[in-house]
């Protein structure tokens, strides 16, 4: 029999909420913890619940969480005697893993000649097709008839390095420009080409083999809701599969683990035609970050049979338990879905989903988040903040659960998709099992724009509860005549300005500028209104000028704008700011150079993502103050674009020599 020792203290080369799941395990279990951070975070959760934590020097990934031998070094330094990866940084690094092996350290995963073999995805197509398995073709030389195209990253996954492309003409620059992200990304630029299915589906299955000949293929998912080629919604089983398609999906990917003698917990991701027809992407040789669906509908703790299985140990039978219910996970991203899932920072004032939410079971509620209130969303790594996950006897009570679950959540702070993730749960689309990979670009205008409803009366309560905060017993004798009107004014989300107006009266506060709408009662953060014959309720949180305005159905965010307010700073109209802190990866014109509306002329990093800054109008670029690895804060001057228009006038008024 295969054994290997216990494992007595578990180093996780990762952060954030994969980290606290590992530990959550690891507790469990009686393995003491250790936890390795860069500076940014010192204080993260993840530190704070671990035994041991060790400094990994810097901020950038490629500084810290990638550097794979000051890892080993902590794990030793920490008394670790195994190492789990979680997921990205170094979790499909063949070399990281072998090199905690070669220092007598346990690896909680696959075998590196697994990993490698599955490392580039063109190598491993190959291997697939050798197995039998169906795969996508890679094309060499695309003509006019391949279109679409997607343009993939060879070594790596997450949606870098990725692009649509649409036209030939566009290929070459898609082509460049995914190298030039790929190599900074993964440290390999060799990308390829193979056909887009706007219309596929993006369907998985969860694989966990031991070292005894035993793979399970733990049940499917379906990923096919994403932005930016990156999972946000998953769900467990698969909806609207044949039993035949099922069924041939998971002998499919059981071949492609047995075919490269995989151990551990892994995916193999398939694309999903229409006519049930099937094709391997790829297979990911560690835990995913949707694994909690498959928990949830089998009852099974993954992460506990990785470190079974790392132990020597055999799967507990010869099949998988059946899935039973179904489970929906929604990623909670700082991001700014109504400005291209923009990434947001700044401090996460408040993070709290109502109800018990630690395990499955009451509310059929759980949440695994990386950051707790209070902490400080940074540019430095990936925007997610929380996963939070719904069980349900069935699919259509799952996500009923979910979006209400969402759309009651206490999130304060930068913007998030929380909105959108409500709206997507509840789309009639959704809802039927009309799913393919392009569904939130499809309906973007219903999911992503802001939804201006709730604003008056959001308005509303957010002056009367800063009115109730203000006020002071009137002092005795004095006579209560009536006063003169109060005005509030708030920038709404979608960046209309609306105004309240209220009166002190003998009988309490009163709304002027809401006729029909009643008072029942205001306190600095709660305040009930009735309309209509309708009583609600709203919670209040303000921080600086953001005003957080919370009720049953939805949340609303303001800004309270000052009564006076500052003169406006002028900018020039060509000039580009940077809509968020991150580093620039590259320039892509040059200062003098004739640009048109909406060619690149440099790219940002954020948040383990690329953003093009464009010129807003046909022109010259007249300056750019950006160079390759230069920080910049949000706001700060990136380039100016002096427009056509503006050459012409220039030309037209200077006086000849």
Known sequence: MITNPLIGNLLVANRGEIARRVFRTCRELGIATTAVHSDPD???????????????????????YLR????????????ADAVHPGYGFLAENAEFAQAVLDAGLTWVGPPPAAIAA????????????????????????????DLPLLVKAAAGGGGRGMR??????????????????????????????????????HVEVQLMADAHGTVWAVGDRDCSLQRRHQKVVEEAPAPGLAPAVRAALHTAAVDAARAI????????????????RFWFLEMNTRLQVEHPVTEAVTGLDLVALQLAVAEGEPLPGPVPPPTTGHAIEARLYAEDPAHGWRPSTGTLHRLELTGPHEEFGGAG???????????EITPHYDPMLAKVIAWAPTRAAAARRLADALARARVHGPATNRDTLVRALRHPAFLDGRLHTGFLAEHAAELTGPDESGVPRAALAAALADAAARRTPLPSGWRNL????????????????????????????????HPGVELLSA??????????????????????????VDTATGSVTLTALPRHPEPAVRTDPGALLAPMPGTVVRTTAAVGETVTAGQSLLVLEAMKMEHRITAPADGVLVELRAEPGRQVELGALLAVVKTTSETSETSETEEPA
């Not at 993260?44 to 490629?62: F, N, Q």
């Not at 794979?68 to 008394?79: P, R």
């Not at 509620?365 to 902490?375: E, K, N, P, T, Y």
């Not at 009536?482 to 009163?510: F, I, M, N």
């Open 365 to 375: 509620l759980r949440l695994d988040a990386g950051f707790r209130s209070g902490d």
């Open 68 to 79: 794979g031998d000051l890892i080993v070094a902590a794990a030793l330094a920490a008394g």
């Open 261 to 276: 003698g995989y151990r551990g917990a892994g995916t193999a991701e398939f694309l999903l035609g229409g006519d049930g």
């Open 523 to 548: 306190e600095p953060e709660f305040v009930v209104l009735r309309a209509n014959g309708l009583r609600r309720g709203y919670h209040l949180a303000r921080h600086g000028d953001q005003v957080y």
């Open 118 to 145: 599955m490392g580039s995805k063109t190598a491993a197509k190959a291997l697939m097709a050798e197995a039998g398995v169906p795969v996508l073709t890679a094309l060499a030389d695309p003509v006019e008839a």
């Open 164 to 201: 649509v492309v649409r036209r030939l003409a566009d290929l070459p620059g898609e082509l460049e420009a995914a190298r030039a992200e790929a190599a900074s990304a993964f440290g390999d630029a060799e990308v390829f080409c193979e056909r887009y299915l706007p219309d596929g589906r």
């Open 482 to 513: 009536p006063s003169q009107p109060q005005v509030k004014r708030y920038r709404a989300p979608g960046g209309g300005e609306v105004e309240v107006r209220y009166r002190h009266t003998r009988d309490g506060l009163r709304a002027e500028s």
């Open 42 to 64: 010192a204080g993260a959760p993840h530190v704070r619940e671990a035994d041991t934590a060790v400094r990994l020097p810097g901020a950038a990934p490629a500084d810290t």
